[in-house]
């Protein structure tokens, strides 16, 4: 859990997992979309990563992009869990 997160009482460190449940990114959802549409950089676009995502399709053009579709496989656990990290921040703002 990021720092400014454990200030936090147990009741609101709750509620906000309970939310990231809700609204955060899945990593089964975003293994599925690296597997079935990583050809248009699906995993990237639903992780928020708007800009890396175009160019991993504009390098498929150049073969590149495959090599770099491989990589995402290990990747996507910390680009959810920065992610994940993101909505627990957004959701205490709003606490």
Not at 58 to 84: A, C, H, K, T
Request: proline share 3%; hydrophobic share 50%.
């Amino acid at each position: 859990m990021p720092r400014d997160l454990i200030s936090l009482d147990i009741q609101q460190k709750t509620y906000i997992e309970a939310r990231l449940t809700n609204e955060g990114p899945s990593l089964a959802l975003a293994y599925f979309f690296w597997l079935f549409l990583g050809i248009f950089s699906a995993h990237r676009f639903y992780l928020g990563r708007t800009l890396s995502a175009v160019l991993q399709v504009i390098s498929y053009l150049f073969v590149v992009g495959i090599i770099w579709w491989i990589i995402d496989l290990f990747l996507l656990p910390d680009m959810v869990r920065e992610r994940q990290d993101e909505v627990r921040r957004r959701i205490a703002e709003r606490l």
